[in-house]
């Protein structure tokens, strides 16, 4: 079993349950576990994954070399990955990069495991208040790229 793998199999172990595991990475000297729940992740569950997955990965001597272990929750600046992210932001607005490298932008108003249905600005008027299309577009998962939210003030 590879070294990420099994870091990925002790890091399942010690989530909380309805925490899952967003991202895993490990690279250089840092090890980093991104994790999040349908109602958001707190620090202090961020904190308690931490150090148990940190003294069971010292018990193990997994990691010969120092390195620094980040246990967190995605960022609203990070993509979204995983079919769960995009149901847990339902009606926040979304901007889409699909394979095709066309973009997209609007409303998300539904998530399932294959697919969201997006309700697009209609950019054609004069005006720069936003409006959105009536009908709303569905798009498979396998056909997005890249999809971020977006913040606004």
């Known amino acids: 079993m590879e070294q990420l793998d099994q870091l990925r ?3 399942l172990k010690h989530l909380p349950q309805d925490v899952y595991l967003v991202d895993l990475s490990f690279g250089g000297q840092k090890l980093q576990v ?16 931490s150090r148990d997955l940190g003294e ?3 018990a193990r ?10 246990v967190s929750s995605p960022g609203l600046d990070q993509p979204l990955v995983l079919p ?11 901007k889409i990069i699909l394979e095709d490298d066309k973009e997209k932008s ?3 108003e539904a998530a399932d495991e294959e697919k969201i249905s997006l309700l697009e600005y ?3 008027g004069k005006s720069k208040a936003k409006r959105f299309k009536k009908e709303p577009t569905e798009i498979a998962l396998a056909d997005i790229k890249k999809a971020t939210i977006v913040i606004s003030f």
């Open 9 to 11: 199999e002790i890091v």
């Open 34 to 49: 991104i994790a999040d729940h349908d109602e958001g992740l707190s620090i202090d569950v961020c904190a308690q994954v």
């Open 56 to 58: 069971e990965l010292e």
């Open 61 to 70: 001597e997994l990691i010969s070399n120092k390195y620094t272990l980040e």
């Open 84 to 94: 769960r992210q995009y149901a847990k932001n339902v009606g926040r607005e979304l």
């Open 106 to 108: 609007g409303k998300l």
């Open 122 to 124: 209609d950019n054609r």
